[in-house]
């Protein structure tokens, strides 16, 4: 297949040699603001200095290609406008992978999209995108954008109601704050990331057109920015994670100039909002290939500022906190292969775990940890966390219920085991019980004697139970209210 793509490269392919000059300020893009009538060509657009790949000339086939993002394709070129197929799905067609969702560009603007699909959402303030959506599926269609210009810096304080109502807006240390001035199709290549991600395929003729020799880096499995890597992060520090997260996914190298600036830029990431950090994050985790990103993580500052404590309790790698680390991200890798489902609740109980493991052994100096104790260190671990990437509640309510069963199933009491048992959360937990064994922590073969007792019938069951001590499952100590409230800084995440 990389020998198609190396034939695509030296083979026959022609360079166009149209050219025309560059118009940054308009909102509408510039090629078919209106659409022609009839269906759109390639020939409507500035392709200056693309190399244009013919269909025999390269690997993807139509078949490989969700209908329903041909159907998007389809009807887009039938209402006149260009549209063309773009990013991962292009890309991973290429390395004969399959592709996670397709994403489609066009220079239609979002609201002569939302005309044309009754099932198309506009979504999305700072980078406005269309979602259309079929069934489960999402067709991600983008405009053309255009790059930014010296004067739509906002200098001041930004808050959201500041750059209300602009389409373009950057901070004077370079961050984008609204990217939503349309441009043509070279434009809109140059302002994509990586150059493996600016290969745009056509329904017109079957080609492909390569802006930035995207074609040339896949082939060398390089992960390029396309531009200055240092004022392409500080336009966006989040590249800092995709450049993680594809060098991870697809195995490329980052290359010297796209690695060189990383670390120093990494602190940037704390320009952005904790919500699209948590989203990122989760991109990270289940993208199939967690343990690799982690692993690379360790040799960024990006994985410091996006994961501080986690960082510093998992110096050692060969550390039982690091081990379980490891495993739960390998494990992740590995249900999603099979097509099983992840949540972030568990993987944030893994990825937190280390930290809270620490707090709790400074805490008890080898005493045993009551249920209030291991509550509060639970409640620290997560606020600081939260700071950086905002974990949604419901996912760090159920990261501490595992937390707090690992107390419960180990209690060893017939009404612990009990308990234990009936909680909602007690699947996750057992998970997460056999992980910290797997990870070397010395857990007396309980997680061997929940395995046995899922296994038991009614009547094993009973005897099993009856076995254990009768105990209580936890003592509680009841504690005296206080006359006034304290503020203990450990409340919920909010
Ligand atoms: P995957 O979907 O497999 O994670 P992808 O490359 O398709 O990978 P998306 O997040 O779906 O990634 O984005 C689609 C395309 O949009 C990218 O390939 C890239 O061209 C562009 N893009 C996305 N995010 C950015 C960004 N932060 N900066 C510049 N371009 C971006
Ligand atoms: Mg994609």
């Known amino acids: 297949m990389l020998r198609k793509i190396s034939k695509a490269l030296f083979g026959k392919r022609s360079k166009t040699q ?55 394709l389809y009807r887009l070129n039938d209402a006149g406008f260009n549209a063309f197929l773009v990013g991962g799905g292009v890309r991973d067609l290429l390395l004969g992978d399959k592709p996670k969702d397709f994403d489609v560009s066009t220079n239609a603007t979002p609201e002569q999209i939302k005309q044309l699909f009754r099932n198309a959402m506009i979504i999305g303030r700072r980078f406005k995108i269309i979602h259309v959506r079929f069934g489960r599926e999402i067709i991600e269609v983008t405009t053309f954008r255009a790059p930014h210009e010296p004067e739509n810096q906002f200098k001041g304080k930004t808050t959201n109601r500041s750059i209300k109502g602009l389409d373009s807006a950057h901070s004077s240390a370079g961050l984008i704050l609204r990217d939503n001035v349309y441009g043509n199709i070279n434009e809109d290549a140059l302002r994509r990331d990586f150059t493996a991600n600016a290969l745009y395929y056509t329904t017109d003729g079957f080609r492909i057109i390569d802006f930035a020799n995207g074609l040339e880096d896949i082939d060398n499995r390089l992960l390029r920015m396309i531009g200055d890597p240092a004022t392409r992060y500080r336009e966006d520090p989040v590249r ?41 994050s989760l991109k990270f985790l289940t993208g199939g290939k967690a343990e690799k990103t982690f692993a690379l993580l360790r040799q960024f500052k990006v994985g410091q500022v996006l994961f501080p404590a986690t960082m510093a309790t998992t110096k050692d790698p060969q550390s039982v906190e690091s081990q379980l680390l490891t495993l739960a991200m390998r494990n992740t890798d590995r249900r999603l292969a099979q097509g099983k489902s992840v949540t972030p609740a568990f993987l944030y109980a893994a990825i937190l775990w280390p930290p809270l493991q620490q707090i709790l052994k400074q805490h008890a100096e080898g005493k045993p940890v009551s249920i209030p104790e291991h509550h509060e260190a639970a409640n620290q671990v997560i606020l600081k ?78 005897d099993m139970l009856n076995a254990l001590g009768k105990g209580t499952a936890t003592k509680r100590r009841r504690r005296r209210k206080p006359t006034k409230k304290p503020n203990t800084g450990t409340e919920d995440n909010a």
């Not at 509408?28 to 000339?57: M, Q, V």
């Not at 594809?246 to 190298?253: E, I, N, Q, T, W």
């Not at 949604?392 to 017939?414: H, M």
């Not at 056999?434 to 004697?449: K, N, S, T």
């Open 18 to 72: 149209t050219s025309e000059p560059a118009n940054h300020a308009a909102t509408e893009p510039r090629h078919n603001s209106k659409p022609s009538r009839g269906r759109a060509s390639l020939d409507d657009l500035d392709l200056s200095g693309a190399d244009i790949i013919e269909r025999d000339e390269h690997c993807i086939s139509r078949k490989d290609i969700s209908p329903n993002a041909l159907k998007v």
């Open 240 to 280: 800092l994670m995709r450049a993680v997260r594809f060098a991870a996914k697809l195995g490329f190298d980052i290359e010297k100039n796209t690695r060189a600036p990383m670390d120093e830029m990494a602190p940037l990431l704390s320009s952005i909002s904790s919500a699209r950090l948590f989203d990122e």
């Open 385 to 462: 966390q939260i700071q950086v990437t905002a974990i949604p509640k419901r996912f760090s309510i159920a990261t501490k219920e595992i937390w707090e069963q690992q107390i419960r199933l180990q209690t060893r009491t017939k009404r612990g085991a009990e308990t234990a048992f009936a909680h909602p959360r007690f699947r996750a937990a057992y998970d997460f019980l056999l992980l910290r064994e797997d990870a070397g922590e010395a857990l007396d073969g309980v997680g061997q004697w929940w395995t046995d007792f899922q296994t038991a019938d009614e009547a094993q069951r009973e």
